[in-house]
C-alpha cells in the first residue's frame, strides 16, 4: 500500500469537492501521474447500486441505521475492489468521500452511535486510511444557499433535503474529525474563490508528496 496514495476530498454538500477534485485530476495528469477518481458511495458497479438507494428523495422511509451499514457496504466494497488494487499498482487515488463523511453525517448528523460499527471499521476500513484528506470548510447557512442553486440544474437528492441544523450538527462533526487528525487533514476555506482553492491544494500536494513533473 505504499507505492499509491489514496488523497480523499471531504465537506459538507455544495463545498465544492467535487470542482477540486476534478482540478486536482487534471493537473496530476498533466504531470504525468497515474490517477484514479472516484466517489462514495458509487465506485463501483455494487456501489453505484448502493448510491441509488441511498441518494433517491423518494426513499424517506429508509431507516438511519440502515443508510449506515449501506454506506459501509459501499465503502468495504469500494476499498476492495477498486482502491487497494489502484494503490497497490501505484496509482493515485482521488476520491470524493470516504469514512469522514459517515462519522459526520451519520454519526453527528443524524446522532447515531457509532460504537456498534467499531469492530468493521477497525478491521475493514481504518488499515486503509487515507493519506491526506482535503477539507473544504463552509457554513451550512451556505449550503443552504448552494444547494439551492444547484436545484436549478438539477433535482435535490435525498441529503440536499435534510434541514440547517442537520447540517449544522454534520459541521461539527467534521471540525471534530479535523482537530483530532492534525496531520491527515487539511482544512481550507471552501467559501473562496475556485482557482484560489485550486493553487491552495497545488501547494498542499507539492509539500506533502513533492510531486514531480514526470511528463
Not at 458511495?41 to 431507516?63: A, F, V
Not at 459526520?104 to 446522532?111: E, I
Not at 483530532?180 to 498542499?204: M, T
Request: aromatic share 6%; glycine share 6%.
Amino acid at each position: 500500500m505504499n507505492s499509491g496514495k489514496l488523497i480523499t476530498f471531504e465537506g459538507l454538500d455544495g463545498c465544492g469537492k467535487s470542482t477540486q477534485l476534478e482540478k486536482v485530476h487534471d493537473w496530476l495528469t498533466s504531470r504525468g501521474y497515474t490517477v484514479l477518481k472516484t466517489r462514495e458511495p458509487g465506485g463501483t458497479k455494487i456501489g453505484r447500486q448502493i448510491r441509488s438507494i441511498l441518494l433517491n428523495p423518494e426513499h424517506k422511509e429508509l431507516q438511519p441505521e440502515s443508510e449506515l451499514l449501506l454506506y459501509l457496504s459501499d465503502r468495504i466494497q469500494h476499498l476492495q475492489e477498486t482502491i487497494i488494487p489502484a494503490k497497490k499498482a501505484g496509482k493515485i487515488v482521488l476520491c470524493d468521500r470516504f469514512h469522514d463523511s459517515t462519522v459526520a453525517y451519520q454519526g453527528y448528523g443524524r446522532g447515531l452511535n457509532l460504537s456498534s460499527i467499531e469492530s468493521i471499521v477497525e478491521h475493514c476500513i481504518n488499515p486503509y486510511a487515507p493519506d491526506l484528506t482535503i477539507f473544504l470548510n463552509i457554513s451550512p447557512e451556505t449550503v443552504a444557499v448552494r444547494l439551492e442553486q444547484r436545484q436549478k440544474q438539477t433535482k435535490k437528492n435525498r441529503l440536499d433535503l435534510e434541514s440547517l441544523n442537520f447540517f449544522k450538527r454534520t459541521a461539527q462533526g467534521f471540525k471534530a474529525l479535523s482537530a483530532a487528525e492534525p496531520e491527515r487533514y487539511v482544512c481550507l476555506d471552501g467559501e473562496q474563490k475556485i482557482e484560489v482553492i485550486h493553487h491552495e491544494i497545488v501547494a498542499v500536494l507539492q509539500k506533502r508528496f513533492h510531486f514531480q513533473d514526470l511528463s
